[in-house]
């Protein structure tokens, strides 16, 4: 049986020569799959992925890993450690969930490809949302009168006291 498939792949080879597409004739004698010979080369498998960007508790999050290489599909688990509290990751690579406590993890990941797999270690912080100023439009103020308007932000660490501090430029005289 395989003088028989030599002999073909010859004079299919004899063929390509004499059109001037020797080249693609190869390529596809390389990719070929049959049991006198090895099947396709594949690239090795990469996880294209090195850093995780950080999550903020009670909010919805979503992140997915990237590879390449392997025979083009994935399946994703988690080789070491553990992801925060209230994530998980999909075979498919994707982390997602609404984080429950503030907390920095290591852990690694596995992507696997057929026959291939590898490993990326990576870490994912979870934080309070940052700060911001919640206070729209001051009221106005009228000459002569006493003023008071009470400035509001949102985020932080809860329980924490938030200090103000003017950013730039003067408050009017009188007013601290």
């Known amino acids: 049986m395989n ?13 390509v020569r004499a059109a001037g597409v020797i080249v693609a004739a190869l390529v596809l004698c390389v990719a070929c799959s049959s049991e006198d010979g090895p099947g396709p080369v594949l690239a090795p498998l990469v996880i294209d992925t090195t850093a995780v960007p950080p999550a903020i508790i009670g909010e919805p999050y979503t992140f997915a890993f990237t590879a390449r290489g392997g025979s083009g599909t994935y399946a994703w688990t988690l080789s070491d ?16 969930g609404t984080p429950t406590s503030i907390e920095q993890r290591a852990f690694s990941v596995r ?21 911001t100023f919640a206070t729209g439009t001051l009221p106005s103020a009228t000459w002569g009168r006493a003023y008071f308007t009470l ?26």
Do not use: K
């Open 111 to 131: 992507a696997t490809s057929g026959a291939s797999s590898t490993t990326r270690a990576v870490q994912l912080g979870v934080d309070y949302p940052s700060v």
């Open 81 to 96: 450690g553990a992801l925060p509290a209230g994530l998980t990751l999909s075979p498919a690579g994707v982390i997602s």
């Open 151 to 176: 400035l509001q932000a949102n985020g932080g660490t809860p329980g924490s006291v938030t200090a103000w501090a003017l950013a730039s430029g003067n408050l009017p005289t009188g007013v601290t």
């Open 3 to 15: 003088d028989v498939v030599a002999r073909e792949r010859a004079r299919r080879v004899t063929r």
